[in-house]
């Protein structure tokens, strides 16, 4: 049985394809809602791209999942469309060494 999205039957891992790409494009070019795409999906990514182009201010994008799956493929495929920058690499080490810190019992701060 293949993963979809919920409710609409369609492949997880080609919805993340085409939401990452169509995020993507906004962001780096906004004022252009055409895609270049001859594929079956241009009329889905130019419709998000229409609905995107309403927006005119924000300072976060967030991607929805609904399951564990999902979350694994948009892990595998997001990075392909929004590498880390090395500020997020930073951030992401620190985080893990204060998770591994608290774990172990050697985080500065104590609750009780």
């Known amino acids: 049985?293949?993963?979809?999205?919920?409710k609409f039957s369609y492949p997880v891992e080609e919805a993340?394809?085409?939401?990452?790409m169509t995020v993507r494009k906004w962001l780096d070019s906004?004022?252009?809602p055409q895609t270049s795409s001859s594929s079956t999906n241009a009329s889905i990514v130019n419709l998000v791209?229409?609905?995107l182009l309403t927006i005119?201010?924000?300072d976060r994008i967030i991607f929805c999942v609904y399951s564990a799956?999902?979350?694994?493929v948009y892990s595998e495929?997001?990075?392909d469309y929004f590498?880390?920058?090395?500020?997020d690499l930073a951030a992401a080490k620190e985080e893990e060494d204060d998770s591994v810190s608290e774990i172990s019992g050697h985080s500065g701060s104590q609750t009780r």
């Open 1 to 6: 049985m293949m993963d979809t999205a919920p």
């Open 16 to 20: 993340t394809q085409i939401a990452a």
């Open 30 to 32: 906004p004022a252009d």
């Open 49 to 51: 791209m229409q609905v």
């Open 56 to 58: 005119t201010q924000m």
């Open 69 to 72: 799956k999902d979350e694994e």
């Open 77 to 79: 495929i997001v990075p």
């Open 83 to 87: 590498p880390p920058t090395e500020e």
